[in-house]
């Protein structure tokens, strides 16, 4: 079986490269504990297994809950994330709609923007719990960052850049399987994203319990509700989801289908974002809008009829698709170069805002 076809029974054993060797200068790791070096992940001697995918080193302080069983009698209490105030999921349920330009434009927002009345800047993280087809390193310029850190307790250490803490898959992976597919059961995904979810330590100083944690962590989910979708929704306490779209019918079905697993779930969804809304020609062309994937009369009725809030609705920008690609999303930009979309996602991280606070 050739290299790129075979499946990945656990992480990798390589030990990565030091940041040091890393060209992008703003990329960093979050503070390791004093004269305490952190460990690579696979340093360890193997442990991946069906309990353990991602090899982690055995700690009985940090027990993910179980998952449901039959006949275990009703599901267990939701738990929060550890060192996390609010957790936000961005979903789709249709692939293709732009649901982790936006999580990642979002949750750089919400880090720029502090809600009405903070005094400080806010703590706010990304995590990227598409096992299958991670894209936050390569929108926020980590794809080749290497593998994470171990604390001294074994929890992975996020990866930093452009101030916001994050973890996927990719840094999980050695470099030399990094592009490689992840070829997965659903137990393996469940008890993966069960890591991800309950062994990072999104602390500002990991050697001190006293340290801040995150006000809130974005959730860059995959598409669909299957396996990572109903693994999320079971355990973890949500304080609210958004919902991307494009304005097409085929992709409505889904946003429809996603808005109505939350309910089932008992999670409210704090809003519906139309991507790609329409796209404004240059000048000196005629300033009309095009609505290049269809009108937004479907949307807006589905909206309606859900009894969901507009969160925001995001036109075609060459500069959003030029900022994923380079590491630099838009809402980084200047205000010239950012255009509509930069100011469609302040006013959307003031509403999101608003909205975690009533959840306080």
């Known amino acids: 079986m050739s290299a790129a076809l075979a499946p990945l029974a656990g992480p990798s054993r390589t030990t990565c490269r030091s940041l040091s060797n890393i060209a992008a200068s703003s990329i960093s ?10 460990r690579h992940l696979h340093t ?3 442990l991946a297994s069906h309990e353990n995918p991602l090899g982690l080193p055995r700690n009985t302080d940090r027990l993910p809950p179980k998952m449901p069983q039959r006949s ?19 979903s789709s349920c249709k692939g ?3 649901k982790s330009t936006v999580a990642a434009n979002l949750a750089l927002s ?13 703590r706010v993280g990304l995590l990227d719990l598409d096992i299958f087809g991670p894209s936050v390193p390569k ?34 992976l050695g470099p030399e399987k990094a592009s ?13 994203v069960q890591q991800l979810l309950f062994d990072v330590d999104w602390r500002s100083t990991p050697s001190d319990p006293a340290s801040a944690g995150l006000d809130v962590l974005v959730i860059d989910m995959p598409p669909g509700t299957g396996d990572v979708a109903l693994t999320l929704t079971q355990l973890v306490q949500l304080s609210g989801a958004v919902i991307v779209s494009t304005p097409q019918e085929v992709a409505l079905e889904d946003t429809r289908k996603g808005v109505a697993m939350f309910d089932k779930v008992g999670v409210k969804a704090t809003g519906l974002v139309l991507n790609m809304t329409h796209y404004m020609p240059p000048p000196p062309l005629p300033q009309d809008p095009l609505p290049l994937f269809g009108p937004s009369e479907p949307f807006d009725k589905l909206a309606k009829s859900l009894g969901l809030p507009v969160l925001g609705r995001l036109p075609v920008e060459p500069a959003v698709s030029y900022g994923g690609d380079a590491g630099w999303p838009v809402v980084l930009k200047s205000d010239q170069e950012g255009g509509e979309t930069k100011r469609v996602f302040k006013k959307m991280a003031e509403v999101v805002w608003a909205a975690l606070r009533e959840k306080a």
């Open 29 to 38: 790791r979050l503070p390791s504990a004093p004269l305490r070096r952190p």
């Open 44 to 46: 360890f001697p193997p």
């Open 72 to 90: 275990r009698g009703g599901p267990p209490a939701k738990r929060p994330v550890p060192n996390v105030k609010h957790v936000l999921a961005v």
């Open 96 to 98: 293709g709609v732009g």
């Open 110 to 122: 919400l880090l720029n923007n502090p809600p009405e009345g903070s005094e400080r800047r806010p």
């Open 139 to 172: 929108l926020l310029g980590l794809e080749q960052a290497g593998e994470a850190e171990l604390t001294e307790g074994g929890a992975l250490l996020p990866l930093t850049n452009h101030g916001l803490p994050t973890m996927s898959m990719t840094y999980l």
């Open 180 to 192: 490689n597919p992840i070829v997965w059961r659903g137990l393996m995904v469940q008890k993966a």
